[in-house]
């Protein structure tokens, strides 16, 4: 699922920190933003725009972090507003919505658990690129500009 | 860029995959959902019922529940419905009213069998009740409008028992979203067709009371919280059209004048 590569080049010190800084970022809106998926995606947006003329491995970072934020947004606002239905409106809780919130759980943990591991990898400096995430990312991500 | 968009591909499908492969437990039973359910809607049903008992007075004639029941006792039959889920409490009062409360209590007013002009009219309102019940209006539209957790804290007695009166009147005096009703309503024709009683009268009931809406009818409840009672009888009619069958009677004339008679004593 992720894979550890050689980057372009040897990033700095404060590189490495801009780009850990970029997965924290989405951690913490997680503990903020339980209930509304969407303040994850604004947290790593408003990052990702701050670092958008930093250098390619801070910017490779923070592309990589709001990707995996976008993709999590479409899981878990749909599993909210499913929620949201139930309380409110006349539709009842159903196995296909616990398997459903099940399901969008253990993403939501496997990609906890991934951010963890990757924002204290490229705190060293060590390049962490993701199944389809890194390709994305990278085709997304262009060295020159 | 092919391995990126195979990759993604495959991740969709690694999510829905795993959405569906969940789906094939029932976990419904396996977190006891309907358990939890079932039990707050019994003590929900005893408490809003206690109220009706302490402040209405019940109507226990034998001659008077038993006719009653005898009509239930037949459209559960002829429906499959749990006759014993079912329960008929009959109140001593004028208005022109019936309801159903969680738990399968059903509310009929002496007040709707005196006004009813044959017994095909009472047991399409019965009908029209019973559908309530089993399409399990009562318990959405509780939880629409008061919400769940105000419910649950009710059944633990933590929810004042002037919360507990308001929703019981706002029970029997408010009617249900328009497509719920409506849905009652045909579930109704259907329960009365299989049940061989003409829902006919039924329609001509609504159309009945629909033109006294705008006397002044203090004593319509269940007509002025069932509104568009003239568009309701019409798409009755229009939906029983084309299922003619054979009807006949629950009780003899008799029996229904006997009563009346006993109810206006």
Request: proline share 2%; with cysteine.
């Amino acid at each position: 699922m992720i894979n550890v590569k050689q980057f372009n080049y040897e990033p700095g010190e404060h590189e490495a920190e801009a780009a850990s800084n970029s997965y924290l970022m989405s951690l913490i809106a997680i503990i903020v933003g339980l209930p509304l998926p969407i303040i994850n995606l604004i947290a790593t947006l408003i990052f990702y725009i701050g670092n958008r003329k930093g250098t390619y491995f801070v910017r490779w970072h923070c592309t990589q972090a709001l990707l995996s934020q976008l993709s999590m947004l479409f899981i878990n606002s749909f599993g909210f507003w499913w929620t949201i239905s139930i309380i409110f409106t006349d539709e009842n809780i159903s196995s296909n919505y616990i398997a459903y919130i099940i399901a969008a759980l253990i993403f939501n943990i496997t990609e906890f658990i991934v951010t963890i591991y990757t924002a204290i990898k490229t705190r060293k400096g060590i390049h962490v690129e993701w199944w389809f995430y890194g390709n994305l990312t990278t085709l997304i991500c262009k060295s020159g500009i | 860029m092919k391995k990126t968009i195979i990759q993604g591909a495959i991740s969709i499908l690694l999510f829905f995959g795993t959405w569906v492969a969940l789906t094939k437990i029932d976990w419904v039973t396996v977190f006891k959902v309907q358990k939890v359910t079932d039990k707050t809607e019994e003590k929900l049903g005893n408490l809003f019922w206690e109220i009706f008992q302490r402040t209405e007075k019940e109507n226990k004639n034998p001659f008077v529940v038993n006719s009653i029941d005898s009509i239930v006792t037949r459209i559960c039959t002829a429906n499959k419905i749990d006759r014993e889920f079912i329960k008929v409490h009959i109140l001593n009062k004028d208005d022109i009213n019936a309801f159903a409360l969680p738990n399968g209590h059903l509310i009929v007013y002496s007040g709707l069998i005196i006004n009813s002009d044959n017994q095909e009219e009472l047991s399409g309102v019965i009908c029209h009740e019973i559908a309530h019940i089993n399409l399990n209006h009562v318990m959405k539209k509780l939880v629409k409008e008061i919400g769940l957790s105000v419910l649950i804290s009710m059944t633990t007695g933590n929810g004042g028992s002037e919360i507990v009166k308001e929703t019981a009147k706002m029970l029997s005096s408010s009617a249900f979203d328009r497509s719920l009703e409506k849905e009652a309503d045909i579930k109704a024709v259907d329960y009365l067709i299989k049940a061989k009683i003409n829902p006919e009268p039924f329609a001509d009931f609504l159309f009945k009371l629909s033109d006294k809406e705008n006397e002044a009818t203090k004593y319509l409840t269940w007509i002025s919280t069932h509104p568009d009672s003239k568009e309701r009888a019409e798409y009755i009619i229009e939906y029983c059209k084309d299922k003619k069958s054979l009807y006949t009677g629950v009780m003899t004339t008799e029996t229904w004048d006997k009563l009346k008679e006993k109810l206006n004593e």
